[in-house]
């Protein structure tokens, strides 16, 4: 591991000139994990990083501030527009990511509103891959369209169809890897080639895969996003998103944050630098609950159908062994020759995971997307979506498998 | 339900009015009760909180006691048990020690009339020898602090029970991952939370853990009447440090056996005290009583004088140079002017506090960058 940059000292206090240590090809993730984006000697010489809680930033004097202006000084100056802590943050996840420059916002979905408003103009399209987080979806289509930019769904993988949807007008080709909830996988190298050729941004939101599992800047892609909610934050206890790419790229994306406002606070930006710390061994054993819970659920008489990218039936098997390094915590599976309320009594039955909608926690969290997402959806938008009646989607925490397997077995056995 | 499912679910159920997975964190001091004379579960935060019940709810769970209490650090933890003793009481304590707790017993628990014999906790004939009928604690550190030295726990709760003493273990290094001591019949355990169980270097904590509910009544009059109770937020973050605990103790083990064995063939080292070891003394009693794996504190003495060790500790460029242990970071110091130095001079060189002696915490980084680290630092001395 290279420490040129962390070992420049820092005179304490002068939070401006804290040196990142940017990724390096021989640095180790786990050691990047807990150290990158950290200067080595912090503020008062403390072994963390403190929480700043200021909304403002004094200046000694006038001329200070004239300085400030003129110079584009380095500097802190209102929060909205940084943090100490928020860029430490920042720093540590662009180094995980592989990625020039890292924007972190207060939810996921203000991430991906923050990308697209800084991207788009009336007039514009955007072309997206059907499968997807619900209220993705509904901002694209509902609220983009009420400024003047159209929104083209095609069906996920159909990189054919995505090329050909592509017009003189469209300006971003957007999926998510693996997408949500059937887990589908993109080859990012193809759909990185098609914006590359046409001249299109592309985005990734990875949240399902996070940096550890898929790495989708080094495949081409020009912007990655993740709800930093789920395995990047790991403790189902803070709400964060962010968005990477390129310094160019990013630019606008940070100014109109600052404009926007959409900024997350100090003490979440430390919950999520805390959580980062773990994130190597936490996504170790999510990957490894993630296969085991899936290869039971194969195995179980009671279920028509896992979708789980590590299973060698699962459609985009191939794709997904050769790009990522595992395969995730999230299961979705179908219960065989069951209604919704059949589905339901076998999510009711189970004692560990708890029913709530997120994912990426260290507690399993479990749902049935019909009820959950879908519910004030008509029969046949939820069939266009592939979301059945009979589909339960989990998200397996880090605790002991046999346990997470023993209570599915329970509740399938018992909710028969 | 196993201990890495207990870690993350006893304790901490989700709240009853907005079904909130993580429990919410009450920085209330006060709480308002149903009545005159009636009392709620809680009534004022130094007496009871539900942040902290909910973090002694886990750590009980993961030790296999019957209650636990949280302190504002380590010392006021250990400074609980000995605030339970009277004038005349005699205390039997392992001479591989914490500073911190040698300072206590030596400088605080003498004015209370009490007095303590430090014996090596490792041979058992000494440990039965320096009973008094005074005596009505031993206590033990296993791996000691800093030699690593193995204490026999069941035998030493066997011994003390024997002479009608309790056996209190300070289990900070081994934590309940490796090692249960009440399991092997110790009445308390004891934890500066500040280390692997927060496991973040943020937030300064202690706890007790007994099995007899006697005793935990007792420990927590004690508490309630001096005071020195976790806070809230400690209270969260140490309940999130252990939802990971058993992943991080793991994996930092791994990583440590790994430099024990790399720091042994060293020729600028003279010795390394690692259990995990061979040629450690206490290697076939940590084998079983640390199911397996050895911890993540190595002290290792390099070959140059106190100037030499100085240099090296100062020369890392991954390890901190810093006291405490047992976080996400790898740390760096020399017990002898460091976490030691409250020792007095004569009795650092008669329990081995050697002046070359470097002690280790292995965090959470690859073991290639903290060996390279390590590797470079012993080319500046």
Partial sequence: ?????????????????????????????????????????????????????????????TQSVIDFIEQEQPREEY??????????????????????????????????????????????????????????????????????????????????????????????????????????????????????????????????????????????VDFVLHSATKYLGGHNDLLAGVVLGSKEKMEPVRNLRGIMGAVNGPQNCYLLGRGLKTFELRMQRHNENGMMVAEFLAGHPRIERVYYPGLPTHPYYEIARKTMRGFGGLVTFLVKDADWRATADVIDAVKIPRIAPSLGGVESLIEQPLVMSYYQQTPEARKQFGIYDNMIRMSCGIESADDLIADLSQALDGAA | MQFRTRAIHVGNEPCPQTGAVVPPIHLATTFVQPGAGEWGEFDYSRSGNPTRKSFETTLASLEGGVGALAFATGMAATHCVIASLKSGDHV??????????????????????????????????????????ATKLLWIE??????????????????????????????????????????????????SATKYIGGHSDAMGGALVVRDPALLKELYFVQNATGAVMGPLESFLCSRGLKTLELRVREQCRTAQQLAEWLASHPRVAQVLYPGLTGHAGHELARRQMGGQFGAMISFEIRGDLAAGKRFAESTKLFSLAVSLGAVESLIEQPASMSHASYDAADRAKHGIADGLIRISVGLEAFEDLRDDLESAFGAI
């Fill in chain 1, 1 to 61: 591991m290279s420490h040129a940059q962390m070992t420049r000292p820092t005179a304490p206090g002068d939070i401006s000139s804290v040196s990142p240590s940017l990724p390096t090809p021989e640095q180790q993730f786990a050691t990047a994990a807990v150290h990158a984006g950290e200067a080595r000697q912090k503020p008062g010489d403390a072994i963390t990083d403190p929480i700043f809680c200021a909304s403002t930033y004094t200046f000694a004097d």
């Fill in chain 1, 79 to 220: 929060g909205r527009y940084g943090n100490p802590g928020e860029r430490v943050v920042e720093r540590k996840l662009a180094a995980l990511e592989g990625a020039e420059e890292a924007v972190l916002y207060s939810s996921g979905m203000a991430a991906l509103v923050g990308l697209l408003m800084a991207k788009l103009s009336a007039g514009d399209e955007v072309i997206f891959f059907d499968e997807c987080y619900h209220r993705s979806r509904e901002f694209c289509t509902k609220h983009l369209g009420r400024f003047g930019v159209t929104t083209r769904q095609v069906k996920t993988c159909d990189y054919a169809a995505m090329e050909a949807a592509i017009t003189p007008k469209t300006r971003m080709l957007i999926s998510e890897s693996p997408t949500n909830p059937h887990l589908s996988v993109v080859d990012l190298e193809r759909f990185a080639e098609i914006g590359r050729k046409r001249g299109v941004d592309t985005l990734i939101d990875a949240t399902l895969a996070t940096p550890y599992n898929l790495r989708p800047i080094a495949a081409g």
């Fill in chain 2, 92 to 133: 039997v304590a392992c001479s591989d020690i914490y500073g911190g707790t040698y300072r206590l017993l030596h400088k605080i628990a003498n004015r209370a009339g009490i007095t303590v014999t430090l014996v090596d906790t490792a041979d058992l004939a000494k440990v039965a020898a320096a009973f008094t009928p």
């Fill in chain 2, 142 to 191: 296993s791996p000691g602090n800093p030699r690593m030295s193995i204490t026999d726990i069941e035998a030493c709760a066997n011994l003390a029970h024997g002479r009608g003493a309790l056996l209190g273990v300070d289990s900070t290094f081994a934590t309940p991952v490796l090692t249960r001591p009440l399991e092997l019949g110790a009445d308390i355990v004891m934890h």
